[in-house]
């Protein structure tokens, strides 16, 4: 069976030997084909872009932001180490019964420390305690000691029991002390 | 028959029409050149884009660990201006406690715990010590307890115990 061939006869209008009808037809499928192009593919790329390139740029924002948080901090941090580093170092270190005695020996005359125990502080801190046994001239000797001990390469805090008895002339001072340290030094210095 | 001009080929497409042909194939070129321009455009927004999330992740894992030497450093530097302020006050404990003593009394020991204090000294007559000692530890403590001994001379040895009510209060501290 022989399908009918349909045939489409243009009409022919020539200007200056151009075929008008034909350069028409051709534009209207250039435009068709330009719309068609525009829909679905560049219009769908520019959006692709738009959206990759907003992300692009909130992301920039927020890692400009913490970049700027982070140093923030981490100037603080600075700040505050540099601030406490007495404090910092004090903490790390281990209490040492004959520099403790070197220090305290302008103040009293050390006849015995005993340690006690030692228990976590605060999770953090192992506080030691120790009690002191030393001989003194005069009560201020003992408020100098007190006044003083914030520059001591420890922590140490004074503690009751507070024992003072009149001996000749010198008193007999018994008093306890706690020495606080940071358990991660601890740590630290064990893996070294 | 014989011609004397050669016989034209035949052209497939009149030159108009190759003349759009061609400038359809270059508009598509550019078309398609342009859209996969942007979408390799985005693929690099995408990939820079996924480089700085990764380095928001370190970045706040990094802020995480510095706030918290930040907040280490703070409870030590508060640990320690808290055990200074102890220190302090124990000092002044001390200081309140002696400069308490009258004149014609005599203090030979005394024991000071968390809750407590215990005085042994001499006193000249029971009034004195009831009258210039006894009111002020009565002021800081809740039980006072004042027992007395007769010395060969006529003056008395006492042994004063002071508590206070609650377990965990201190006068001092």
Partial sequence: MKLPSIKIKLPKLKIYGIDVIKNAL?????????????AFIIAPSVKIFKNAKNSYFLSK????????????????????????????????????????????????????????????????????????????KSPKNFYDFINNIKN????????????FEKSNKEINLTFKIETYRLLTAKAEEKAH | MYSFTKPKKKQFFKEDTKLWLVFYAISVFLYVSFALFLLVKAY?????????????????????S??????????QKTIYEDIMVKNSLIKDSIKNLLDLIPDPITLNKFLLKKDSLIIYGITPTKDVYNLLMLPPLESIFTKTDTTFYQMP?????????????????????
């Fill in chain 1, 26 to 38: 051709f534009f209207a499928f250039y435009i068709s084909m330009t719309l068609f192009i525009i």
């Fill in chain 1, 61 to 136: 924002q927020e890692f400009d932001n913490t970049k700027q948080n982070y140093r923030h901090i981490l100037e603080q941090l600075t700040k505050l180490q540099n601030q406490n580093q007495q404090i910092l170092n004090a903490f790390k270190r281990n209490f040492n019964e004959n520099n403790f005695k070197l220090f305290a020996k302008d103040y009293m005359n050390i006849i015995k420390i005993t340690k006690q125990k030692t228990i976590p502080y605060k999770n953090q801190f192992a506080k030691t305690s120790y009690i002191i046994t030393a001989q003194i």
């Fill in chain 1, 152 to 163: 001591y390469k420890n922590i140490i805090r004074v503690y009751f029991p507070i024992d």
């Fill in chain 2, 44 to 64: 690099f927004y995408s990939k820079n884009n996924q480089i700085y999330n990764q380095n928001i992740i370190t970045l706040n894992t990094k802020i995480s």
């Fill in chain 2, 66 to 75: 510095l706030t918290l030497q930040k907040e280490n450093i703070k409870l």
């Fill in chain 2, 153 to 173: 001379n006529g003056w008395y040895k006492f042994k004063s115990i002071n508590k206070l009510k609650g377990n965990n209060e201190t006068a001092f501290n």
